[in-house]
């Protein structure tokens, strides 16, 4: 059974910084695209990160600069690293994984529960 489960999510202030983990099991994550998406209340599904096995990374531009998205094979781990985090960045984020080694936007096919990432002063 395929699980993602994100954690790292809390409440920062303007300008602070996360960083977001996602544990993974029932696949072989070292095959896989990976990808973070995030949803701000009342708002439709983003996609914010992307990257493949070989490292390759694509960001949203909203997030490019300030976000740094990572994994780790060996630990079947991803990573998102957030800094200078802004009201707009308030969202559930979650991680999800590709059913391929291309990087699809959201055409995903399995995602975690998410983690809240609040940004208030």
């Known amino acids: 059974e395929v699980q993602l489960v994100e954690s790292g999510g809390g409440v920062v202030q303007p300008g602070g910084s996360l960083r977001l983990s996602c544990a993974t099991s029932?696949?072989?994550?070292?095959?896989?695209?990976m990808t973070w998406v995030r949803q701000a209340p009342g708002k439709g599904l983003e996609w914010v990160s992307s990257?493949?096995?070989?490292?390759?990374?694509k960001y949203a531009d909203s997030v490019k600069g300030r976000f740094t998205i990572s994994r780790d094979n060996a630990r079947s781990t991803l990573y998102l690293q957030m800094n200078n985090l802004q009201s707009e960045d308030a969202a559930i984020y979650y991680c999800?994984?590709?059913?391929?080694?291309?990087?699809?936007?959201?055409?995903?096919?399995?995602r975690g529960q998410g983690t809240q990432v609040t940004v208030s002063s």
């Open positions: 029932g696949f072989t994550f070292s095959l896989y695209a």
């Open positions: 990257v493949d096995n070989s490292d390759y990374t």
């Open positions: 999800a994984k590709y059913p391929t080694n291309w990087i699809r936007g959201l055409d995903y096919d399995y």
